[in-house]
């Protein structure tokens, strides 16, 4: 069933222009940052030199890759949002599909989608990491290579939290400002009012844990360390949070006329 629904979905996004302009546009951009960031030159030395070296490479890779998460969730919320604005889904419903097949029509995209994403960071860090690692590291390509793995359900949850924003507000503006200012000015502002033992629990918090900031410990020593999960205990958190936006979509879906 889940393959048919993945389908059906990938026939309606597949000849939409919009879907392939930010996929084209996160692509673009995450590839251009990799090229002109390791071209830059520190004390006369390239910084990839450095920068994009087997293993640290993956840390950094992953770190950068989140920044365009934004643009996933952007893009699912017009998948989702456009259901309304045609009336598809009341079509759908009507032509015999639940509202949780709505919901897991649209979890499999943003699955097929994290996963894509996921293979393109992997090989881009295989393409940069050969490309700037001496031979005596390329022993160590693969160490740490599971941040990629934790990057994926990052990226999921950034998407299905975006899902869930336009089920809720059905309108795609304003879906897309009220998920942006969430999770980049009301879940930070929060933050600032809550102690590091009680705010490490927020999605946004636990979803960003996944991929730290480069040179993570240096940087918490200058600036002063928050309190945080381990990264496997965001990472379990971040997976219910996922199945608690799928939820939350579908009790919206199912509670609502169409």
């Known amino acids: 069933m889940t393959s048919s629904l993945l389908s059906i979905e990938l026939r309606k996004l597949l000849p939409y222009r919009t879907f392939w302009v930010i996929l084209a546009v996160y692509v673009a951009l995450l590839v251009l940052i990799l090229y002109f960031s390791s071209h830059v030159t520190i004390n006369g030395q390239k910084a990839g030199e450095s920068f994009y070296q ?108 975006a899902m869930l924003f336009g089920f809720l507000i ?25 102690p590091d033992s009680v705010d490490k629990y927020f999605p946004m918090k636990a979803l960003s844990t996944l991929t730290p900031i480069p040179n993570k410990e240096l940087f918490e020593m200058v600036t002063g360390a928050s309190e945080s999960l381990g990264i496997w205990g965001a990472a379990a958190q971040s997976v219910i949070y996922i199945m608690l936006f799928c939820l939350l979509s579908y009790i919206l879906l199912r509670s609502r006329d169409l």
């Open 54 to 161: 087997f293993p640290d490479l993956w840390v950094k890779l992953t770190y950068i890759a989140s920044y365009f998460n934004l643009l996933l969730g952007i893009l699912v919320i017009i998948a989702v949002t456009d259901e309304y604005a045609f009336r598809t889904i009341r079509q759908q419903v009507i032509d015999g599909y639940t509202r949780a097949n709505v919901v897991q029509a649209k979890y499999s995209v943003v699955l097929l989608l994290g996963v894509v994403c996921a293979l393109l960071v992997f090989l881009l860090g295989i393409i940069f990491g050969n490309i700037f690692s001496p031979a005596s590291n390329t022993a160590n390509m693969f160490t740490d290579s599971h941040y990629v793995f934790f990057y994926f359900i990052q990226a999921v949850g950034y998407m299905t939290l």
């Open 170 to 194: 059905k309108k795609s503006g304003l879906a897309i400002i009220a998920f942006l200012i969430y999770a980049k000015i009301v879940e930070p502002i929060i933050h600032y009012q809550l």
